[in-house]
C-alpha cells in the first residue's frame, strides 16, 4: 500500500475516532484520536498495517495528559504518531498489550512516571523509581513538587 492510500483508509475506516489529522511532511504525520479507539486503531496499524511499535512518549501539557504512540510502516517510509489527550485529573486509557508485548514497559514507564492507568495491563508493577517513591508522586508531572528534601536531583547541572 502507498502513503496516500495507508492514510485514506485510515481515516475513512475510523472516521468516528480521528479527531485531527497533522499531515507535517512526506514522512511523518501526526493523526489524533478518541482515547476509546487506541486499541482498533493501534492493532490495526500494527497488525494489518505491518507497522512496526518505536516508542510511545507521554507529556503531561498542564491542560491533558497526551501521549504519542509511534509506528513506523518501513515499506513506505512513514512515521504514524497517534496522538491521544487523557484527562489531567483522571488519566486512564486501555493497555495496548493485548494488541503486542512491545507495549508492556513503555506503559508501565508511563504509569510510574505520568500516573497514567493502563486498563488490562498484566503487572503495572515499578519499572524505574525506588521502592521508597511515594505512591501518588509522579516526577514528570509539571506540578511535581520534591518529596525528599535530602535528596539531590540536579543531574549535575549547577
Given at each position: 500500500m502507498k502513503r496516500k492510500q495507508v492514510l485514506q483508509d485510515l481515516t475513512t475506516r475510523f472516521k468516528q475516532d480521528i479527531l485531527d489529522v497533522f499531515d507535517?511532511?512526506?514522512?511523518?504525520?501526526?493523526?489524533?484520536?478518541?482515547?476509546?479507539a487506541i486499541?482498533?486503531?493501534s492493532g490495526?496499524?500494527?497488525?494489518?498495517?505491518?507497522?512496526?511499535?518505536?516508542?510511545a512518549?507521554?507529556?503531561d501539557t498542564r491542560e491533558c495528559i497526551e501521549i504519542l504512540y509511534h509506528f513506523t510502516i518501513e515499506e513506505i517510509n512513514l512515521?504514524?504518531?497517534?496522538?491521544?489527550?487523557?484527562?489531567?485529573?483522571?488519566?486512564?486509557?486501555?493497555s495496548l498489550t493485548p494488541v503486542g508485548e512491545a507495549f508492556n514497559w513503555i506503559e508501565r514507564e508511563m504509569h510510574e512516571l505520568l500516573?497514567?492507568?493502563?486498563?488490562?495491563?498484566?503487572?503495572?508493577?515499578r519499572l524505574l523509581?525506588?521502592?521508597?517513591?511515594?505512591?501518588?508522586?509522579?516526577?514528570?508531572r509539571a506540578d511535581y513538587k520534591e518529596w525528599d528534601?535530602?535528596?539531590i536531583r540536579d543531574r549535575g547541572v549547577k
Open positions: 507535517k511532511t512526506k514522512n511523518r504525520v501526526y493523526i489524533e484520536i478518541r482515547p476509546e486499541i482498533p486503531i490495526y496499524i500494527f497488525k494489518d498495517l505491518g507497522a512496526r511499535f518505536n516508542i512518549s507521554g507529556v512515521l504514524i504518531s497517534l496522538r491521544v489527550k487523557l484527562d489531567r485529573a483522571k488519566p486512564v486509557i486501555e500516573g497514567i492507568r493502563f486498563k488490562g495491563h498484566p503487572e503495572l508493577k523509581l525506588p521502592d521508597n517513591w511515594p505512591k501518588g508522586v509522579y516526577p514528570l528534601k535530602t535528596a
